[in-house]
Structures are given as structure tokens and as C-alpha cells.
């Protein structure tokens, strides 16, 4: 994830950006930094939590390590979306056609809206192989739409779109800064 943030500011530095779109780019690299933390915080619980499993007994109203990792994966979520919601629409001149599905579902039908058409509120969470899953718990019967493939499925998918992102704008701002506009 360095070299990703390295690649984009370096990027930043050969387009042309207006005031408002410079404050955005800015904001997306200090979402990703805040990314980078909340990722390894989960990686940390994730692995301690994984080595010791009555962690799911203790009780439900303390910060346990297992509530830990919940809240942490539920705010990687809301940071993603957030880049996502400022690259995607192209509001930077490089970010148009950015694609982070399983980020952009999960925040909006799992966490951040659950209550709107097609969401899910039943509030369940649970440890993976491939990090903790959102609502992954159903009752039977329920629908199974929107499921969470797990935090690390989808950040692989986010970080992919944010490479493919960076390359074609690295392709069609090759080398030379931009004016001092930037």
C-alpha cells in the first residue's frame, strides 16, 4: 500500500488540479494513510483473535478484541467508501470508471444503510480465513444478497482498482510536473 500512495502523490504532482480538486486528492491520500493503519490493526487483532478463540466468550458490552476487530472493519469501510466516493464519480481527473464493488455494497447495504431497499440489518459479524465478514450470519430464509466476501477480498479488489486507476492516469500524465497550478 506505500508504493500505491508513492505512485499517487507522485501523480499529483504532474496533473493540473483546481483548488477543490486539490483538497480532494489530498484527502484521498490521507484516507489511504488512515487505510494503511485500520488494515494492520485488523491484520494484528485478526491473528490474535485466530490464535485464541474463546476471545468470542467474553462479554458482549466490553471492547473485546473480537468487538475490536467489528469496529475496525466497519471504519475501513467508511474510509474506502469514501475514496471511492471521490474517485469514482471523477472528481479528480484521474479517478473516472474506479471500481470497488464489494467496498461500495458492504458500506452502503451492510453498514452505513442498511435500513434503505435491499439492505441488511441483522447485525452479525464473523471471523474468516479471509478476514472479518459483515453480516455473514443470516437467519434462515433470509435473503443472501450483499454478502460480504470478507475485508481482504474486497481491499484486494479496492487496491487492484486503485492500481489500475494510477497506471492509466500515470499513462496519460507521463513524467513532466505539472505548472504551478499544483
Not at 493503519?37 to 491473528?47: I, T
Not at 475514496?83 to 479528480?92: C, D, F, H, K, M
Not at 494510477?166 to 505539472?178: F, I, S, T, Y
Request: no cysteine; net charge positive.
Amino acid at each position: 500500500m506505500d508504493r500505491l500512495i508513492e505512485r499517487y502523490m507522485a501523480l499529483l504532482g504532474r496533473v493540473r488540479l483546481g483548488e477543490d480538486q486539490k483538497h480532494l486528492a489530498y484527502e484521498v491520500r490521507s484516507r489511504m494513510l488512515e487505510l494503511r493503519y485500520l488494515l494492520r490493526k485488523v491484520q494484528l487483532l485478526h491473528r490474535r483473535f485466530a490464535a485464541n478463540t474463546t476471545l468470542a466468550l467474553e462479554a458482549p458490552h466490553e471492547l473485546t478484541p473480537l468487538n475490536e476487530i467489528w469496529l475496525h472493519s466497519e471504519m475501513v469501510y467508511h474510509i474506502a467508501f469514501r475514496i471511492w466516493s471521490i474517485l469514482e464519480p471523477g472528481l479528480l481527473p484521474f479517478g473516472k470508471r474506479f471500481k470497488a464493488l464489494g467496498v461500495r455494497d458492504v458500506r452502503n447495504k451492510l453498514v452505513g444503510h442498511p435500513e434503505k431497499h435491499d439492505g441488511v440489518v441483522a447485525r452479525t459479524f464473523l471471523i474468516a480465513w479471509d478476514g472479518p465478514q459483515i453480516k455473514a450470519v443470516r437467519a434462515e430464509g433470509a435473503s443472501r444478497r450483499y454478502m460480504d466476501k470478507g475485508l481482504y477480498t474486497n481491499l484486494r479488489e479496492f487496491f487492484a482498482a486503485f492500481e489500475a486507476m494510477l497506471a492509466k492516469a500515470e499513462h496519460a500524465h507521463p513524467g513532466e510536473p505539472a505548472d504551478s497550478a499544483t
